[in-house]
């Protein structure tokens, strides 16, 4: 019981962090450029608390799975989301020099791309923090397994693996996720020993136990008590390796490695921190309290990281009803010299919209459907 109330609750915060930061983004970024601001809310559904200064509604709502900003005269968010006499406000407020639509298309950009800015902001302070709290595992080999391809193709405990194939190995993890995506591939292993380079070709071995492809070594376990210059460097990779894997799990899904099922909405969110904390509090079993605090929150901190980094890179896909697609928008007014008529934005960005709610309400179900198989 306990172990939920802490996952409920700390779904509920990291969630709501990301949604604040996000929306933070694009709301200081507007105030910068002169934009009024209607409401600034965090959550949506009925408020539970709200107040008004400046001109600027601020709301804090039930259902901690959304957020928005509503800027003066702009189409920035769905029609309906504030009171219905704000939004006829809005609409009057067209005209306004404050209105988001009357800025240049230069300031109209910089605000929407300041939401997914402020989450990247966010994913390196946390890939720091995350350096700092607990360090790293290099991508160095802790031992040999015997009877796999690491120990056929002469590898030995302390070589220190830099390049498979073309890409750059900065931790250990690195191997672990470019196993994964490459499985049956065989790689072309660049490594150092004593200061010198050498390299290597072998081919994945199969695990009938692990149901994977291996090719036999070990984690060396974790590097710890870092300097700053340490933290600054590992915490820059450990941000790379954040991005790195979002984009790499898309390119599975469109090859065809990742299903559908793969896809997580808050459902399989809140599935993923219960996850955490019930394998750190197994792995931290008899240490005390602290102990697994501090693990948990090490973990939580991680994936809060990752999620930050998701959430930016999905939000620049140019698609309606995403940043990313009301930044195209931009890109096109700003080559061709004129917008594009409003109310055909306003129409694709709102049927874009609504396909992004469907396929999240399909992937929630699809959450709880999973929860039950399993």
């Not at 996000?22 to 559904?45: P, W």
């Not at 690195?174 to 072998?202: N, P, V």
């Not at 919209?353 to 198989?373: G, H, M, P, T, Y």
Request: charged residues 15%.
């Amino acid at each position: 019981m306990g172990s939920t109330i802490v996952s409920i609750i700390a779904f509920i915060l990291i969630i709501g962090l990301l949604i604040f930061i996000h929306e933070f983004g694009h709301y200081i970024i507007a105030k910068k450029n002169g934009v009024g601001v209607v409401e600034f809310s965090i959550g949506m559904g009925p408020a539970i608390h709200s107040w008004v200064k400046n001109g600027t509604k601020y709301s804090l709502r039930w259902l901690p799975f959304g957020g928005y900003c509503q800027l003066l005269g702009g189409e920035a968010e769905l029609p309906g989301l504030g009171d219905a006499a704000e939004d006829e406000e809005n609409k009057i407020a067209a005209d306004d020099e404050h209105a988001f639509s009357n800025k240049n298309v230069w300031a109209r950009m910089s605000i929407l791309l300041a939401g997914p800015a402020f989450n990247f902001i966010l994913a390196f302070l946390l890939s720091l923090l995350v350096i700092a709290m607990a360090g790293y595992t290099p991508a160095k080999i802790g031992g040999i397994i015997e009877g796999y391809p690491a120990e056929e193709s002469g590898l030995q405990k302390g070589d220190v693996i830099t390049k498979i194939d073309n890409e750059t190995m900065h931790f250990f993890k690195d191997i672990t996720i470019y196993m994964t995506i490459h499985e049956k591939t065989e790689m072309k292993i660049t490594y150092m020993r004593d200061g010198e380079t050498y390299t290597t070709t072998l081919q994945p071995k199969y695990n009938e136990e692990e149901a994977r492809y291996l090719i036999g070594i070990i984690s060396p376990g974790s590097v710890s008590n870092l300097s700053f210059g340490e933290v600054l460097k590992y915490g820059t990779f450990e941000f790379g390796y954040n991005l790195g894997v979002v984009v790499k799990s898309f390119g599975m899904f469109f090859s065809g490695k990742a299903s559908f099922n793969d896809l997580s909405g808050p459902v399989g969110m809140a599935g993923m921190v219960g996850t955490i904390v019930s394998e750190v509090e197994e792995d931290t079993e008899g240490e005390g309290f602290w102990v697994t605090a501090y693990w948990i929150l090490v973990n939580l901190v991680s994936f809060a990281a990752m999620i930050s980094a998701n959430l930016g890179i999905v939000n620049l896909l140019p698609i309606p009803g995403l940043d990313g697609g009301k930044i195209l928008f931009c890109l096109i007014e700003a080559v061709t010299g004129k917008p594009l008529p409003r109310k055909f934005e306003g129409v694709v960005t709102v049927i874009g919209a609504v396909l992004l709610l469907l396929l999240v309400i399909a992937v929630s179900f699809n959450d709880i459907r999973l929860l039950f198989v399993k």
